[in-house]
Structure formats: structure tokens, C-alpha cells
């Protein structure tokens, strides 16, 4: 059982290039997120998906969009990266059932932008 | 702003003791959850506790939860050095499906 995985694992990009990163769960979650980590810092949530077909906004949104492609994948797009987006990238996923569970992480895109 | 607060920002302390960390929060919840991350690996879920309870036991975590002050503690019992981590607080909004951490505990134990 996988999990949550997330590709690729590093990434360095120069300001302007787009990128897209990708998450893919296997343990059949309703709900999908995206975080991004600053050095020192906790998460902060960038967009998340409660069912396939919805997306929605969270604390950090600008600069990115998402896609969930379907039950398993939620995608996010980097347009035109930003030194200001070097950051690591965590996807996570959870069946929000009966008020709430846990969460349960991939292990990070840690991406650069120079 | 960040639903979470956390305090202290970080611990240190020695094999054996008690560690207790503090987490604030704004709004309204469905829970609250503390999570652990080691050296930027992906967050791991340690316990949940829902807004109707007040104190929840797992292993040698202790949690509580006062939704009228808006706070909750984890409290670790004789720490191991294994135990070095962040520690974080994350809010599950009432009617939505947002999940929001908090700023985190980084808890250094010295054998």
C-alpha cells in the first residue's frame, strides 16, 4: 500500500518556467490537499479538493491551480514560478467522515526557483 | 494569519522529562489534531481529539481541549531522544473540509 505519493521529489526551476506537481492516493479519499512548507515554518494550505470535480481556495492561493483529475490524483501548476514559491510541497488526503479524521502525507517536493 | 498558534516555538529538554506543548485556535472546529514531522519528512497523525471531548490518552501522549478558551496542550510523558521532532496543531473547520496547521513546536530531547 503506497499511501500518498508525490512526484517528483526535487525540482529546480528558473523564474518564469512552468511546472506542474503531481499526487496520486490510493487508499480511495474523498479529500485532497496541497501545503507548502517554508524553512522553519508550519504548513500552510494552498488549495484542497473534498470530492472529485471540487476545488477550493485555501490560506495561500496565488500563483497556483490545482486539478483533480479524478478520485486518486490532484495536480499543482506552477504558470510562472517565482523565487518566492522555493518552498517544499506537501500533498495529503482523508475521508472527512463523522466530523473528521486523519490526515495522511506524502513525503515532499522540495522545489527551488532561481 | 494561520488558525494555530503554537507555543513555546521550541523545547529542549532531557530524556525523562515532560514535554507540553500549547496550541490556540480562532474559530469554531469539528477537532483539533497533533501531527509530528521529523527533519521535513511528511507530517504523521498522532491524535484527535473531537470538540465534544476534553482530555484524550494515547500511550504517552495526553491531549486536552477547551473549546471555551479555544486551546489544547499534548503533553509527551518521559521523553526519549527518539521523540526530537516538530509538533503541530491543525484545526478541522466546522463545515468545511479545511484542514489548517499551526505554526509548530520543534522539541529537541537529549539523552
Known amino acids: 500500500n503506497a499511501g500518498v505519493t508525490q512526484t517528483p521529489k526535487f525540482q529546480v526551476l528558473k523564474t518564469g518556467q512552468s511546472m506542474t506537481l503531481q499526487c496520486a492516493q490510493d487508499?480511495?479519499?474523498?479529500?485532497m490537499y496541497w501545503y507548502r512548507q517554508d524553512p522553519g515554518m508550519g504548513l500552510r494550505l494552498i488549495y484542497y479538493s473534498a470530492s472529485e470535480g471540487t476545488t477550493d481556495k485555501g490560506e495561500v492561493p496565488n500563483g497556483y491551480n490545482v486539478s483533480r483529475l479524478n478520485k486518486r490524483e490532484f495536480s499543482l501548476r506552477l504558470e510562472s514560478a517565482a523565487p518566492s514559491q522555493t518552498s517544499v510541497y506537501f500533498c495529503?488526503?482523508?475521508?472527512?467522515?463523522?466530523?473528521?479524521?486523519?490526515?495522511?502525507f506524502g513525503q515532499g517536493t522540495r522545489l527551488t526557483v532561481v | 494569519s494561520q488558525q494555530g498558534e503554537e507555543d513555546p516555538q521550541a523545547l529542549s529538554i532531557q530524556e525523562g522529562e515532560n514535554a507540553t506543548m500549547n496550541c490556540s485556535y480562532k474559530?469554531?472546529?469539528?477537532?483539533l489534531q497533533w501531527y509530528r514531522q521529523n527533519s521535513g519528512r511528511g507530517l504523521v497523525h498522532l491524535i484527535l481529539i473531537r470538540s465534544n471531548e476534553r482530555e484524550k490518552h494515547s500511550g504517552r501522549l495526553r491531549v486536552t481541549l477547551d473549546t471555551s478558551k479555544k486551546s489544547s496542550s499534548l503533553l509527551i510523558t518521559a521523553s526519549r531522544a527518539a521523540d526530537t521532532a516538530s509538533y503541530f496543531c491543525?484545526?478541522?473547520?466546522?463545515?468545511?473540509?479545511?484542514?489548517?496547521f499551526g505554526t509548530g513546536t520543534r522539541l529537541q530531547v537529549f539523552p
Open positions: 491543525a484545526t478541522d473547520f466546522l463545515n468545511t473540509d479545511k484542514l489548517i
Open positions: 495529503a488526503s482523508r475521508n472527512r467522515a463523522g466530523g473528521g479524521t486523519e490526515a495522511f
Open positions: 487508499m480511495n479519499h474523498n479529500s
Open positions: 474559530t469554531s472546529i469539528n477537532n
